[in-house]
């Protein structure tokens, strides 16, 4: 059996599923241990599972102090990163609180601070960090808007319904108040604006609240599907230039590919295409390996190599079924990106079309079809 390094240990899978599950059990446990009426044998189980999450985190943050210590990255250094903070936050506070004589019922509160890893743990929390990171900007302008609604409508309200109603907008924190739970359209009813011209400012608040918010949503939206294409197009940029076939473009022919194509992860026998169906895309072998059932005998294809292109070219359905004889990443090309990248680059159109033909050949397919779309015009090939 391979021997697992320290680091390998706490990156494998079983340790992630053990920390996975420590703070699964310590979020139920601290709400539970809170229970006036639990019986003594229950206390007593919830605290040995508390004490076993306690375990569990500080062998982590040990481990990962020992290993950064013998890194490049200094141990002070991952001590004060965001992910040492956290990790430190996880395991000190209760030991400490216990130690002063806090009692152990309040103690374990501080437990709650286990939540904070699951943003170390679930990698959509970090992206969420770099949406928020670079659109810092547009979020703050919807908060000033939010501010200026704010400020406006307290002091209009305060204006108009202090005489009124002196104990719901008898002060301009008041009014504030008023303004927060009315802009976040929380509205508790507790006040009421009771003048006419107080409603009208109301109904613009809640128009506002909802606008601001709305402005938000659309940001994150867009900086995540932003965030997401960067991140696709770094992983596939590497994928594209690492495919053979496509190795040879130059590199704004690769940056308009790289955009295009859409990575694929399969597993070891998974039916890609089928033999009769009608096909929309073709795909590059990135990695892995695939098995394209002709006669006489199948052909295996491996990374670099393409496959799908014959409907694409000929517009009939597809002329074998392929699947992959091994976990495998392919590069999806859909038929309409298909067509606008081959226009602009004829010489790949070329080659796929010849390859297409001697496939064809092979096969014993029909070579062309009245109805299928030709790619380059002129083309001496059919
Ligand atoms: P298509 O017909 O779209 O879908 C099945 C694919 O299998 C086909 O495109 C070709 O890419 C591939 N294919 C068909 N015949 C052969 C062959 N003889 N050798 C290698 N690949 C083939």
């Excluded at 040995?48 to 990255?73: P, Y």
């Excluded at 590059?284 to 059932?293: L, P, Q, R, Y």
């Excluded at 517009?315 to 392919?330: E, I, M, N």
């Excluded at 226009?343 to 796929?352: D, I, S, T």
Aim: hydrophobic share 50%; aromatic share 8%.
């Amino acid at each position: 059996m391979a021997k697992l390094s320290p680091l390998g240990l706490l990156k494998s899978r079983a340790f992630r599923l053990l920390q996975y599950l420590a703070l699964a059990a310590g979020l139920v446990a601290v709400p539970l241990i809170t229970l006036p009426d639990l019986d003594v044998p229950a206390r007593v189980l919830l605290n040995i599972v508390l004490w076993c999450c306690l375990a569990v985190f500080a062998c982590e943050l040990a481990g990962k102090t020992w290993l950064r210590s013998k890194s490049v990255q200094s141990e002070s250094h991952y001590l004060r990163s965001s992910e040492g903070v956290i990790d430190l936050l996880a395991v000190l506070p209760v030991p400490l609180a216990l130690l002063i004589g806090i009692p152990a019922s309040t103690a374990w509160l501080l437990a709650s601070l286990w939540i904070l890893k699951l943003a170390i743990l679930v990698p959509g929390l970090s992206m969420l960090g770099r949406v928020i990171h670079h659109e810092a900007r547009a979020l703050a302008s919807g908060f000033i808007i939010f501010l200026i609604i704010l400020v406006l409508a307290s002091v209009a309200l305060y204006l108009l319904e202090r005489a009124g109603q002196p104990d719901k907008f008898g002060s301009l924190p008041l009014a504030l108040w008023w303004a927060v739970t009315t802009l976040t359209s929380t509205g508790y009813g507790d006040a009421i604006p009771a003048t006419l011209a107080g409603r009208i400012i109301a109904s613009i608040v809640m128009i506002g609240g909802l606008g601001v918010f709305g402005l938000w949503t659309g940001i994150l939206a867009t900086g995540f599907a932003a965030e997401y294409r960067r991140r696709d197009f770094i992983r596939n940029w590497d994928l594209v230039t690492s495919v053979p076939f496509l190795k040879n473009l130059d590199p704004p022919a690769v940056i308009e590919l790289t955009r295009m194509l859409r990575r694929v992860d399969l597993a070891e026998n998974t039916v890609v295409v089928r033999r009769g169906r009608p096909g929309d895309c073709m795909y590059f072998i990135a990695s892995g390996e695939v098995e394209v059932k002709v006669e006489p005998h199948p052909v295996r294809l491996g990374a670099g190599a393409f496959f799908g292109e014959i409907a694409l070219l000929t517009g009939a359905p597809r002329t074998a079924t392929v699947t992959t004889t091994a976990a495998t990443t392919l590069l999806m090309l859909e038929v309409t990106d298909f067509r606008a990248f081959t226009a602009h680059h004829p010489e790949l159109a070329k080659a796929v079309e010849a390859e297409a033909a001697a496939r064809r050949n092979r096969s014993g397919a029909p070579k062309s079809h009245a109805r299928g779309p030709r790619l380059v015009e002129n083309s001496e090939k059919d």
